[in-house]
């Protein structure tokens, strides 16, 4: 990719995650502050229905709604499945309209701080994750990359350049001035950059960057009926991005018997605790530290 034509700021794919959704009530408000000279940029409320109503979803999670074959299958017509084919026909599919990077704008219960999310290790997204860590120390960079982009159920799928912006914690169907106000400044962050890799003005340089690899997801634990019978452990609790050493607090029953972690090495968890998990058996992530050059 040797020019950026068309960006799209994505707010909203979660209803009840109001942070980017009011970012693109701004933005189109006053487009004046995401326009640049030398692409076009687009914002769009992916979930508008679940937006009103306050609710991540009507029907089914709309950023579980972007594998191919679901986008290319007429039965499926739910009103997120719906939803996420007009995305698709607006932002992936439609030469005069298709995006060449999309931001997705999401926020988390959890305290993840400012997080980027990464669905591929593409080098323009390496290297302007690694700029937005450089410029803000409370980045982190989280990749959960596919092996291919027919396995990306996001709304990132629809592009192979851009990321999502996970920025937490906060309460769901709420907003939060100073996350408001730094997710704001990174999107502003973006723009800038992909205007002067437009221009050139970019300049190639050795940099690392601090990445956290997803491994794998753990549940609560639950009895065989499947109700939970543990929380998370108070000392692991808002310990996102922070490690997790073999014998170490993970949760602690009704009873409060503490049960420990026991995985065979380090882990660093994140998306600890998040409330729109559970309904998907999630009670973390669990990712790999890493540092890599670029």
């Known amino acids: 990719m040797n020019q950026i034509n068309r960006v799209a700021i994505v707010g909203g794919t979660h209803g009840n995650e109001f942070t980017g959704a009011y970012l693109i009530q ?3 408000q006053f ?5 640049r000279q030398s692409f076009e940029t687009v914002t769009l409320l992916a979930n508008p229905n679940a937006f009103a109503a306050g609710r991540r979803y009507l029907e089914k999670d709309l950023n579980r ?8 299958d007429p039965t499926l017509n739910s009103y997120e499945e719906l939803q996420a084919k007009s ?14 990077f999309i931001l997705d704008l999401h926020s988390t219960t959890s305290n993840m701080g400012l997080t980027i999310i990464l669905v591929n290790s593409h080098p323009l997204n390496l290297q302007l994750a690694a700029y937005l860590s450089q410029i803000s120390p409370l980045v982190r960079i989280y990749r959960c990359s596919f092996k291919s982009i027919t396995e990306n159920q996001f709304v990132n799928s629809l592009c192979e350049l ?8 906060i309460a769901q169907g709420i907003l939060k001035a100073t996350l408001f106000q730094q997710t704001e400044e990174l999107v502003y962050a973006v723009l800038n950059y992909l205007e002067r890799f437009n221009q050139g003005k970019i300049a190639s340089t ?8 997803h491994l794998s997801v753990v549940d609560y634990p639950k009895q065989q009926d499947g109700k939970i019978f543990a929380m998370i452990h108070p000392e692991l609790q808002d310990k996102d991005y922070q490690a997790l050493n073999p014998g170490d607090p993970m949760f602690i029953n009704f009873d409060n018997k503490t049960i420990v972690y026991k995985g065979a090495s380090t ?6 605790n998040e409330a729109a998990y559970y309904e998907k058996g999630i009670a ?5 530290k890493q540092q890599i050059n670029i």
């Open 206 to 213: 050795n940099e690392t960057l601090i990445l956290y690899d």
């Open 87 to 100: 995305i698709h026909d607006t932002l992936g599919s439609n030469r005069n309209k298709q995006a060449d």
């Open 65 to 72: 709604c972007f594998l191919q074959q679901d986008l290319q």
């Open 162 to 169: 851009g990321f999502a912006f996970e920025v937490g914690p």
């Open 26 to 28: 701004k933005f189109a």
């Open 31 to 35: 487009p004046d502050l995401i326009t």
């Open 267 to 272: 882990v660093w968890p994140i998306f600890i």
């Open 284 to 288: 973390m992530c669990l990712t790999q």
